[in-house]
């Protein structure tokens, strides 16, 4: 840290958060895949294999994770930095913690951008190994602007095996590659659900897309994810499925396996590869 | 139409779109909820029912109603105006005719709002009983700029019965009570999946709750459509379920609602009734 890396690309070089080793972003082309679910559990099972680790809930207009995390309280501001939350040894923030209730945040786009860059910089987020952020879902400005900005290491893409998710998911990786935004991996989430009462799978969104999508753009798959009712309902009463006991084996394979890809894709500081113009 | 009606509130009275009876908007509080499912069935049932319907996409960044109506043209424009593209009855503009394929549009809030006006009002419509617009999910300055600039008879607002989507939900009726937008119902849809191999019903994303927030809110409740892979399947072939024959029941039922709703709350082009400030 300190020391900017060269930048033969000729764009303004990101500022790195002090005290943040790894930020990496989890995005989706489409809403309602999941991607908040997996950020969730992410963040929660790196914490539980010993990491240090802050979860960003950047989807302003939809923001989440109260809920999911189970905890709504109004942050603590100290000389004008805000202290995030803690919950399940993750340091949290989110705007539903500013903006509780059902009333929507209606902002315009240049509001938005300065809302999220102070959550990245002007939160108290201390030492970190990872910052997950959850993108709002799509590929519009605000996802563009906030991923131009940050000095990522990396971005897991979220979709379901629907071709209609699929269609948006290659939206979102080439996103990232145009801003040269290193993909850590597709996830398939909700790839199939196993019947509660006969024990059958059904795919109830079609299958195989995510893997598939992957091999054809060349990025890293990081596995299927099931539609399995006590993950939502983990998600619902704020007591996501990766604490507890027994569930969250897919979610701690998934930390596991990204940390590996982290370790790949190596310094985050500087324009890592050029994928692509 | 020509006559404006008073306008009490002081607001820009809108425009209304010649030729168009009845202006539709189908919202999500949250993305994925199966909103463009719902909006590409509702106006293939309301053509089948004899209406004349067009269907607008107005997701700019994730248009999926190409794909799901199985039409990807490019459309022609006759003297600066465009003429929509035609198919199961149904007259269509998308984002996706005109930017086909899997690269991302990356435009800035005002050029959003440009396009989406345009699709509004240089297209063709011709004589429309119902203009359909699918708006993008969630309840930011894009869908706000639209409702406010666009004579809607009313919205629909979809949601599953997950508390995650019920949260944003009641965020989108409060966007449409903001600017005065008659909320013609909440549909809950993925209410449950009835499972292919043994038959008994599985409520994967919980159950009851499209009903109990309509009845919370004082909204109109338009009714359970079930978590059907039949219904994904379709729309991933371009074959909305509406069409295919002894499936679309649940849709001629949604639409004959709608129409019956449409009636009740009257004409279009004034301030219906202040709901709140």
């Known amino acids: 840290m300190g020391v900017m890396t060269p930048n033969p690309t000729g764009e303004q070089p990101k500022q790195p958060i002090p005290g943040v080793t790894h930020l990496i972003a989890v995005g989706s082309g489409k ?28 989807d302003i ?4 994770v109260p809920l999911m995390m189970g905890i709504s309280d109004m942050p603590e501001v100290h000389e004008e930095r805000i202290k995030p939350l803690e919950q399940f040894g ?41 910052l997950i952020i959850d993108l709002p879902p799509g590929t519009g400005d605000v996802q563009l602007s906030l991923i131009q900005t940050t000095p990522l290491t990396g971005a897991i893409v979220v979709t379901t095996p629907s071709d209609v998710s699929l269609e948006d998911a290659r939206k979102a990786v080439h996103m990232f590659r145009q801003v040269r935004v290193e993909v850590l991996g597709i996830i398939e989430n909700m790839s199939y659900l196993v019947c509660p009462h006969c024990g059958q799978r059904v795919d109830v ?32 009463s704020g007591r996501p499925i990766a604490i507890q006991v027994g569930k969250g084996d897919a979610y701690v394979q998934l930390a596991k396996d990204t940390i590996a890809r982290v370790a790949q894709v190596g310094d985050p500081k500087g324009p890592i590869m050029k994928i692509e113009d």
């Open 31 to 58: 809403g309602g895949v999941g991607k908040t679910t997996v950020a969730v559990n992410l963040a929660v099972a790196l914490a539980g294999l010993g990491h240090k680790v802050g979860l960003l809930d950047a």
């Open 90 to 130: 993750v340091r949290l923030m989110s705007m539903g913690f500013l903006n509780p209730g059902d009333r929507p945040v209606i902002w315009r786009g240049p509001m938005l951008h300065n809302v999220i860059q102070q959550f990245i910089r002007n939160v108290e987020w201390g030492e970190l190994d990872y």
């Open 61 to 64: 207009y939809g923001p989440n």
């Open 205 to 236: 969104f079609s299958t195989g897309g995510g893997k598939r999508t992957a091999e054809e753009m060349e990025v890293y798959f990081l596995g299927e994810l099931p539609l399995d009712p006590e993950v939502r309902a983990g998600g619902d």
